[in-house]
């Protein structure tokens, strides 16, 4: 049989992303992951006892709508819920949002980010081009330059793997150029709960624009990677045409009931958000004073570090240690002089500190 497959899809390649698994390893809990960008206090210690009391559904088929999960983020975000779609991971997000609005349209990406903007665009039969900068901040004037009418601008925000948080007044100027121009602007904050200042989100423009869709996950903020919960929010319009491209029952009941317990744990939010700052702080300084290695300023709970060692070596060299790291060399926009350390506890990260120095 002769197979006829689309030649999007044939072309396609899966994004390196960081993880045990990722890295082509079985799980060993003695290995410290700095390689995933996951909140350093795991998930709130008030949902330990939920896998067990939520055993009964198993069994069960999970509301295909997540409706009571979408009820608790429409208080948490103060969006309504017909303007919020969640899925199996912000990832199924990014791809159905592709599919849905940017078939033959026009991409504009700011790079080294996220890889999975490009490939699921590419897969949709999107045109991609690259903006390269360190920070968005500072090259902001030309960014807009590229932005041209009915196309859809991706913005990571702060952003994988820099850790640059964009102001909203910069993030404003994207929105309203882009608005003026027809065109969408998909802005990932995944990790803003764990920014230095999350205030910075632009949650409160969705009732001012509606070309805006903001992707929000769980996975980070709140610990839950294994449970993959991500959401969006957008217009109804465009939460609209997504639900009705969705596959059913994406989203796991268990998954649902731990995410939505999770919400009320805010004050878990604050506690991580200051070990953060005080670790991020503290493994800047301490990486700064080693020779041949370089930590570019963050915002977020990773920080992107030059190396003059090979970062593939680097990598094997801390694994060792049972230390994994994330060798940014698959980032478009950047090479193998780069990685990325996630912000773990104290004491891990003295254990990483430690193993830099001995290299």
């Known amino acids: 049989m002769r197979l006829k497959v689309d030649p999007s899809a044939v072309n396609h390649k899966a994004v390196s992303h960081g993880g045990i698994y990722s890295a082509g390893l ?9 390689s995933s960008n996951v ?17 009964t559904l198993f069994s069960v088929y999970p509301d295909s709508d997540s409706t009571k999960l979408r009820n608790h983020l429409e208080k948490y975000t103060g969006i309504a819920k017909n303007q919020i779609i969640v899925g199996n991971g912000a990832t199924e997000i990014i791809y159905n949002f592709c599919k849905a609005f940017l078939n033959k349209r026009n991409v504009v990406i700011s790079i ?5 903007y490009e490939s699921a665009a590419r897969l949709n039969g999107a045109r991609v081009s690259y903006f390269k900068t360190m920070n968005l901040n500072c090259d902001i004037d030309n960014f807009l330059d590229t932005i041209s009418k009915n196309h859809c601008v991706f913005v990571c925000n702060p952003n994988n793997p820099t850790g640059v948080l964009v102001s909203q007044k910069n993030m404003s100027k994207i929105l309203s150029l882009s608005h003026a121009r027809s065109a969408l602007v998909f ?3 995944c990790f803003i709960e764990l920014a230095s200042n999350p205030k910075e989100s632009v949650v409160s423009k969705l009732c001012e624009f509606d070309n805006l869709f903001i992707l929000r996950s ?13 959401y969006g929010l957008g217009s109804k319009k465009m939460i609209e045409v997504l639900n009705k491209i969705k596959i059913p029952w994406n989203v796991s009941g268990i998954a649902q009931s731990i995410a939505t317990r999770s919400l009320s744990n805010k004050s878990h939010l604050t506690k991580t958000r200051t070990l953060i700052k005080k670790e991020r702080e503290f493994l800047r300084k301490s990486i700064s004073k080693i020779d041949g290695l370089q930590c570019y300023d963050s915002d977020a709970n990773f920080v992107l570090i030059k190396s003059k060692i090979n970062s593939k070596q680097l990598q094997k060299k ?7 790291i994330r060798d940014c060399s698959s980032f478009r926009g950047l090479d193998n002089r780069f990685i990325r350390i996630a912000i773990r506890t104290h004491s891990e990260n003295q254990k990483l500190v430690k193993e830099l120095e001995r290299l």
């Not at 079985?26 to 700095?34: M, P």
């Not at 996975?219 to 839950?224: E, I």
């Open 26 to 34: 079985e799980f060993n809990s003695k290995i410290l992951d700095f």
């Open 218 to 230: 769980m996975t980070k903020s709140f610990g839950l990677a294994g449970l993959r919960v991500g």
């Open 39 to 55: 909140n350093p206090l795991g998930f709130p210690p008030a949902i330990r006892g939920d896998l067990k009391k939520n055993s």
């Open 112 to 116: 080294p980010t996220f890889g999975e």
């Open 318 to 324: 801390l694994l060792k240690k049972n230390i994994l």
């Open 187 to 189: 802005v990932d904050e």
